[in-house]
């Protein structure tokens, strides 16, 4: 018997890229007999992309496209409502910046025919390189750049049980059965992004309730996708922003109530101010940046706490 499943796309003035990650799930391959359908979820769009979805909806698709607006501004908003409007079976949430490896679906309802007491499962994220981003976004060893300039989650070649030990899955990989978020809720409205503004945290903050609620979350190193690379992001002023938003999030889900900021922080801020300032490589004083950008956010995450 096979599952219904729904791939849904929340998406903010992103028409182009959109239209490449529905091509990708279209070409995309499923079993036989599937039930199997893209949402689309425009939050706050100005753009064309309601324009160009229902242009969509008039070509030859292999799998049925429907779309809705989502006017509140802010992604976890567009994906409460995406989660309303899907009836039943699970719901594959990627993000409108992804495209789907080929043998994502079929990777899926294997996996779901394989587990039918997990109701929740994850895949990996791989930048989709395309050899003209600069190459010292490769490089390894003590100045490699973290977090990393293009998102990527992976764990391994085996399928793997995540934990709080292990690395947590984006919400852009997430493979969620409905029934669960009776469970466990929504994904935060205090988190996530608006627009695009490099917020986030929604979608760990749903993750960590689901573990702590002791459901089991299967992570399946053949549900494959590609994050799209925007060579106009590599740059140095970008991967700060993205830095300190990052760290800020990441603090926020895990201290909500706001906190002094404890003395190691500033330790650590110290020290990387001081290597800043007698780093003479080009190498060096990008990773400081990056690193002194990041720990501000995480002090900003502790003293601004947030609402539940």
Known sequence: MQQKI?????THNRAN??????????AAPSLSGSDI???????????????????????????????????????????????????????????DDHRVDKNYLTSIQNTINKSPKISMFCGPIFPDWTGLEPSWVHTQGKYKIFPEPI???????????????????????????KELFAKIGHFSTALGPKGH?????????????????GEKILYV????????????????????????????????VN???????????????FNYIFSLLFSFKISKIRFYLIRIASTTGEMIGFIEGRIR
């Not at 729904?6 to 929340?10: D, E, K």
């Not at 391994?156 to 493979?175: F, H, N, Q, V």
Request: net charge positive.
């Open 255 to 269: 201290y909500p109530n706001r906190s002094p900021i404890p003395l190691y922080m500033w330790r650590k801020l």
């Open 197 to 213: 503004n490099l917020v986030g945290g929604e979608d760990t903050d749903f993750v960590l309730r689901v573990l702590n609620a």
């Open 221 to 252: 190193p053949d549900i494959i996708q590609y994050h799209y690379v925007d060579l106009g992001r590599l740059k140095l002023s970008y991967l700060i922003l993205t830095s300190f938003q990052r760290t800020r999030s990441f603090t926020l």
């Open 37 to 95: 359908s893209i949402l689309v979820i425009a939050n706050a769009c100005s753009d064309d992309t309601l324009q160009k979805l229902q242009k969509l909806q008039t070509d030859s698709l292999q799998y049925p496209l429907t779309f809705e607006e989502e006017p509140t501004p802010g992604k976890s908003f567009a994906l409460i409502r995406a989660v309303n409007l899907v009836p039943e079976g699970f719901i594959c949430f990627i993000d």
């Open 6 to 10: 729904t791939v849904v796309i929340c």
């Open 17 to 26: 890229l959109l239209l490449k990650a529905i091509h990708s799930i279209n």
């Open 151 to 177: 998102p990527c989650f992976k764990i391994g070649s085996k399928a793997t049980l995540i934990t709080a030990e292990t690395p947590l899955p984006g919400g852009g990989t997430l493979i969620v059965k």
